[in-house]
């Protein structure tokens, strides 16, 4: 009896976890659709994505004695600059509602903090998935027309752009993983820290400020140790197709420490979730 009736309180505490969990999901997917700012920064974020990667593909020129260029790296290279964006709309999605106090509605519709924390990722997740899938193929898209005038051809090496090209697909898969590991490491600094301008800067500090260090030390050792945890050079080494033995790391290991990151990012912002009044 004892063990039928452990079951029972089991399968209710997991139908009542599913259904608050739902309801967080709904209640979060309808705050970041009916918020048009939030809209505008996706679209701002494949917009610019697009741009800078087209830019770079149409100023660099492989010469007829041939060049050592990424051309599928250089196609994606507005991942560079779209990732701060993407940044700034997971921060925003978060620190929004600690600024109107809303925070306080939703912890107590679902009062399991933790739930609410895992809807806003699952929500987080899904839309940058689908706006960095669509920032990424059109980069190539570009690149793969564009590129080819400027000396990227068969005859120096370089086959059109391609999906089907191992490498390429594994740049592009990687790139748009790349934008959502960096959207959770908003989500979960803005949650730490609640409030917006010092989230963002904390958030936008560790991608670009690494390189920056990177370059002032001078030991060449010490510098691929820095980059081998940079979390933006690590992550973006995902998108390099050649002379991968020269890489500080490789790129699925060097994703995996952005993931890392991003992982410990969302650890201390649930435990403070957890721990402090809304």
């Known amino acids: 009896m004892s063990l039928l009736r452990s079951a029972r309180l089991t399968s209710t505490a ?35 994505t697009v741009a800078v990667g087209c830019g770079t593909a149409k100023a660099v020129k492989c010469p007829d004695a041939g060049c050592s260029q990424d051309a599928v790296k250089l196609a994606l290279t507005g991942v560079t600059v779209g990732q701060a964006v993407i940044a700034v709309f997971a921060v925003l999605a978060v620190s929004g509602e600690y600024g109107t106090g809303m925070i306080r509605t939703t912890l107590t519709a679902v009062p399991n903090r933790l ?5 806003k990722a699952t929500v ?11 920032a990424v193929l059109a980069s190539l898209l570009a690149g793969r027309y564009i590129l080819p005038g400027n000396g990227f051809t068969e005859a120096h090496g370089y086959a059109p752009l391609s999906l089907a090209d191992g490498p390429t697909l594994r740049a ?16 979960g600094v803005a949650t730490a820290v609640r409030e917006a301008a010092t989230a963002i ?4 500090g560790l991608l670009y400020l ?35 033995h020269e890489l500080p790391i490789g790129p699925w290991a060097g994703l995996g420490v952005l993931a890392t990151w ?17």
Do not use: C
């Open 115 to 119: 739930t609410v924390l895992t809807a």
């Open 124 to 134: 987080l997740t899904t839309v940058v998935l689908i706006s960095g899938t669509a």
């Open 14 to 48: 997991d139908g009542a976890w599913r259904g608050d969990f739902g309801r967080a999901l709904r209640a979060e997917w309808a705050k970041l659709r009916t918020a048009g700012d939030m809209g505008r920064l996706l679209l701002l974020a494949v917009a610019l």
């Open 262 to 278: 991003a992982t410990a990012a969302l650890l201390v912002g649930s435990l403070l979730l957890h721990r402090r009044d809304a």
């Open 210 to 244: 690494f390189p920056v260090v990177t370059q002032v030390v001078n030991d060449p050792e010490w510098q691929r140790h820095l980059q081998q945890i940079s979390p933006m050079t690590a992550g973006l080494a995902v998108q390099a197709t050649v002379h991968l």
């Open 201 to 204: 800067g904390i958030v936008l």
């Open 172 to 187: 592009a898969v990687g790139s748009v993983l790349y934008l959502v590991l960096i959207a959770l490491i908003g989500l």
